[in-house]
């Protein structure tokens, strides 16, 4: 079994944009107060490009594997959220996605039946599908640096 950790760090100051450090880069999300030129997606656009972006490399991948001839990837996605819950006003739904919706539009002279069996693999192995329909557990910590206790 061959397995990988990936890491990120966010940050943000008091009213400021969240950033969120990778391996090679920093990531920016929502809105900047200050430098309204710095403006980036919300995290939820970001968990949609995320996939797309997925799709996009494992598509690429098993077309190669599988000898076809993709010219280009198209990949539309739309994501239905009721955002009651995230600001607070009273509702019994959940904060998430609703519903995802996925349009791909792959430019191959390949037959449907050949295009159905990538997709088909490009679904079983893009980790990003993966953790959208699969439950993951997450643990949260939650670490207060500015708690002092005192020392008799």
Not at 18 to 34: A, L, P, S
Not at 49 to 71: P, T
Not at 97 to 126: A, G, H, M, Y
């Amino acid at each position: 079994m061959s397995t990988k950790i990936v890491n990120i760090k966010g940050y943000a100051k008091n009213n400021e944009q969240f950033v969120v450090k990778t391996k090679n880069y920093n990531v920016r999300i929502n809105t900047n107060i200050n430098h309204p030129e710095l403006d980036a997606p919300s995290p939820i656009e970001y968990i949609l490009a995320g996939y797309a972006g997925c799709i996009n490399a494992v598509g690429n991948l098993v077309a190669k594997e599988l000898n076809i001839n993709l010219k280009s990837l198209q990949v539309s996605i739309s994501g239905e959220i009721n955002v009651d819950k995230f600001l607070g006003n009273p509702t019994a739904e959940r904060a998430g996605f609703k519903s995802i919706e996925v349009v791909i539009k792959p430019d191959s002279e390949t037959t449907n039946d050949e295009l159905q069996n990538w997709l088909s693999i490009v679904e079983s192995r893009c980790p990003v599908y993966d953790n959208l329909v699969n439950h993951t557990p997450i643990k949260v910590s939650l670490v207060n640096e500015y708690q002092t206790s005192e020392v008799n």
